[in-house]
């Protein structure tokens, strides 16, 4: 069970906003920056957000990030079918002085 | 470009002893840290550990601290995860990774190698 909490699944239509969340205490989220990965299948993950809500170059603004508390959102919008991957929170938990991922969700774009 | 190119993908036996290797390129090796990340078949991501090479600093997470060793050597630029005695659990992916300072970011990760050990 990972220390991060993430829905295991979300779905949407195309062109549909989807949001995934991530949930963590006050030794990691609440403590610190939030980065979201994006895993197309068969590939490696891929840097989406980084610091909350930074987009590395490349990366589309239909993607954004935000951070409240212990809490994390990942919001995608104008869905599209290539959207459709497996995507994980990480953060650095301070007591543990390690990193974490959340357990990941799978989108689906009906 | 930074790149972070692994080694190729091993077959093992339980009880065996392994080292896979991340070679990166592209930056100031000793400038940043540069760790492991697992995959298990069908499964998420695991945070292993990280290396400073400049500091020859590492943190491990619990999970994995005892299990494997992390090194880095500066003069090849290489990052290796090393294991005494594998076991069958240990069938993975492992990615490298490059993590940015101050943060959890990891910015950059290699195509991952591929472990599998079955008797």
């Known amino acids: 069970q990972s220390v991060l909490t993430q829905p295991p699944s979300v779905s949407a239509a195309p062109g549909q906003k989807v949001t995934i969340s991530c949930s963590g205490n006050s030794s990691n989220v609440g403590q610190g920056y939030v980065s979201w990965y994006q895993q197309l299948p068969g590939t490696p993950p891929k840097l989406l957000i980084s610091?909350?809500?930074q987009r590395p170059s490349g990366i589309p603004d239909r993607f954004s990030g935000s951070k409240s508390g212990t809490s994390a959102t990942l919001a995608i919008t104008g869905l599209q079918t290539g959207d459709e991957a497996d995507y994980y929170c990480?953060?650095?938990?301070?007591?543990?002085?390690?990193?974490?991922f959340g357990g990941g969700t799978r989108l689906t774009v009906l | 470009e930074v790149q972070l190119v692994q080694s190729g993908a091993e077959i093992k036996k339980p009880g065996e002893s392994l080292q896979i290797s991340c070679q990166a390129s592209g930056y100031s090796f000793t400038d940043f840290w540069i760790g492991w990340v697992r995959q298990m078949p069908g499964k998420g991501l695991e945070w292993m550990a990280i290396i400073h090479p400049g500091e020859s600093t590492t943190r491990y997470s619990p999970s994995f601290q005892g299990q494997v060793t992390i090194s880095a050597d500066k003069s090849t630029s290489t990052a290796y995860l090393q294991w005494s005695t594998l076991k069958a659990s240990d069938a993975a992916i492992y990615f490298c990774?490059?993590?940015?300072?101050?943060?959890?970011?990891?910015?950059?990760w290699g195509r991952g190698t591929v472990v599998s050990v079955s008797s």
């Open positions: 990480g953060a650095w938990d301070y007591s543990l002085t390690a990193g974490l």
């Open positions: 610091a909350n809500n």
């Open positions: 990774v490059r993590r940015l300072t101050g943060g959890p970011t990891l910015d950059y």
